[in-house]
């Protein structure tokens, strides 16, 4: 099976940089991606990585190191918006190429 | 364009009442699933489909059935509730698994 590890919470103040780690085990994967959830809606796509390396996405940027099954989600320039919970997810190379996710990293962005 | 359609948002079950929980899309695309979320947790696949006829389970199916007869609908039925399956069913669909489009969410309340 596939598992992932997130820290729980992460706290900062608005215009700080915040980094949320994602390790994970799996015996193959395609790619690793991640999502925002603002509570009480649903899970919105961020960003994607299929390669080893960083992707830019305005404020967000997503790392992935496939050698040692890490990546993160890395929030810039951060906004009272940005608080929400994060989610990274792996899309297994196993039959079914199914998604698992991680368990969310709550960040609480404070004035 | 509406994207992914779950009815109803809201509904609260007795213990062995049955239901079907409805997922539309109207994206094209081949690939959907089925989530619920627990409180204070991620995500965790429940069924899947990689195409009209073709079903599969996820990491948690048990007392859930599905079927997929075209391409734009897949509906989850739960065929005895117990409250266990309280919680919060998320319906996706993908063009190539790498992006998951959400589903507003329904919440399920099992007394």
């Known amino acids: 099976g596939q598992s992932l590890e997130q820290p729980s919470e992460v706290t900062a103040v608005e215009g700080a940089i915040v980094q949320i780690n994602c390790t994970y085990q799996?015996?193959?994967?395609?790619?690793l991606s991640w999502y925002q959830q603002h509570d009480g809606g649903a899970p919105t796509f961020l960003s994607y990585?299929?390669?080893?390396g960083l992707e830019e996405t305005g404020r967000f940027s997503s790392f992935l190191s496939r050698s040692d099954s890490y990546g993160y989600l890395l929030l810039q320039e951060l906004q009272m918006k940005d608080s929400a919970s994060y989610f990274c997810?792996?899309?297994?190379?196993?039959?079914?190429?199914?998604?698992?996710f991680g368990g969310g990293t709550r960040v609480l962005v404070k004035p | 364009n509406a994207g992914v359609t779950q009815t109803p948002k809201f509904q609260v079950l007795k213990t062995g009442q049955s239901m079907t929980l409805q997922c539309a899309q109207d994206?094209?695309?081949?690939?959907m699933s089925w989530y619920r979320q627990d409180p204070g947790m991620g995500l965790r696949l429940i069924h899947y489909?990689?195409?009209?006829?073709?079903?599969d389970q996820g990491e948690v199916p048990n007392g859930y059935n599905v079927s997929r007869s075209t391409t734009e609908d897949f509906p989850l039925r739960l065929l005895s509730a117990a409250p266990s399956q309280t919680s919060v069913y998320f319906c996706?669909?993908?063009?190539?698994?790498?992006?998951?489009?959400f589903g507003a969410g329904t919440r399920l309340s099992v007394l």
């Open positions: 996706a669909s993908s063009p190539d698994r790498n992006i998951q489009y």
């Open positions: 799996t015996s193959g994967f395609y790619g």
């Open positions: 990585n299929a390669l080893d």
């Open positions: 997810a792996l899309r297994g190379a196993a039959a079914g190429n199914k998604l698992t």
């Open positions: 994206m094209n695309h081949e690939y």
């Open positions: 489909s990689v195409g009209a006829g073709i079903t």
